[in-house]
């Protein structure tokens, strides 16, 4: 009886992990409807995004957490504004502002580059070659881009210039927010972290777009349910459900399991956006995925991708 028990709770966690990646990939399909059926920017989705989600989840942990207890500390305060700011909004805004200029699925798999520049920080850090799997993962990440961006000849480069920068800015800022927080993450609950993370970048971002000013945004009962889906079903909901997977699987699962992210996104694009995906993308992003998999199988090593914090 122990034993159904358990393996009821792993699939419960399995489901809820699957259920977060792939809210995690709708959501970069609505933010590409948005921008291609309205005047809404990337800068503006997400100082929106970022400060609604921001606010409501510190505001249902409040419950249960004391949120403001990271403020008491400098070290911590000093520590939270740089992660808002570079980390989580640097993170969110690359990612739309790659969708903007081309397209959900390429934009969500050039983000999943982040751990391979998670591989080479260490490397650097510690003056320590890569181990032979993790060489094998940038090798793989690396041909995989090259696919995906080329579609298997430089003759044909099937991605525009602006969304290739910020994919591959995104990978690395997916590297700074998963590796900076970890003295805070050991100290505070995640929610909190985020939550705060998310409100102050917004806010900064919301001092340049002033989403509270006239703009030339017409809005519709249509492009009003898609921002809804973006901020609580591609952000607040999905980052619930990835807290609560953790209770019953490991991280690393959790991690693999997040791949489902841009097969999800891809489908849903290639079906509703109608999306040209060839056969050589098709295997570049395959090849992205796989990286994401070698780097998370156990070893003995020093580097172990955790994407804790994602989106």
């Known amino acids: 009886m122990m034993g159904n028990q358990i393996e009821n709770f792993r699939w419960k966690g399995i489901g809820l992990a699957l259920a977060g990646a792939s809210l995690w990939g709708f959501s970069g399909n609505a ?6 059926h309205s005047a809404m920017t990337a800068t503006w989705l997400v100082s929106v995004r970022m400060v ?5 989840l510190l505001f249902l942990i409040s419950f249960h957490h004391n949120i403001f207890g990271v403020w008491r500390n400098k070290k911590d305060r000093f520590d939270l504004v740089v992660f808002s700011l570079t980390g989580m909004l640097g993170a969110q805004l690359t990612f739309f502002l790659s969708i903007e200029a081309g397209n959900a699925p390429t934009a969500t798999l050039l983000q999943f580059l982040g751990p391979v520049f998670i591989t080479l920080y260490f490397a650097l850090k510690l003056l320590k070659w890569p181990k032979r799997k993790e060489w094998i993962a940038v090798l793989m ?26 994919g591959v800015l995104s990978g690395v800022s997916v590297a700074v927010y998963t590796v900076y927080p970890v003295r805070l993450l050991k100290q505070y609950a995640s929610a909190t972290i985020v939550g705060w993370a998310m409100l102050l970048g917004g806010s900064a971002v919301s001092i340049f777009t002033q989403p509270w000013q006239p703009n030339e945004i017409d809005w ?10 973006v901020v609580i079903f591609g952000t607040l909901l999905p980052f619930y459900l990835y807290l609560d997977s953790l209770k019953y699987i490991s991280s690393t699962e959790t991690s693999l399991l997040g791949s489902a992210e841009p097969l999800v996104a891809t489908i849903v694009s290639v079906i509703w956006l109608g999306t040209a995906f060839g056969s050589f993308q098709t295997a570049g992003g395959m090849l992205i995925i796989l990286t994401v998999f070698l780097l998370s199988m156990p070893e003995k090593g020093w580097i172990q991708v955790n994407q804790s914090l994602k989106k």
């Open 31 to 36: 933010a590409e409807w948005i921008f291609s």
């Open 52 to 56: 609604m989600a921001g606010a409501l």
């Open 141 to 166: 990440a690396l041909s995989g881009t090259f696919l995906l961006l080329t579609n298997g000849s430089l003759q044909e480069i099937t991605v525009s210039e602006k969304a290739i920068f910020w």
């Open 220 to 229: 519709s009962f249509s492009l009003f349910g898609m921002l809804s889906f």
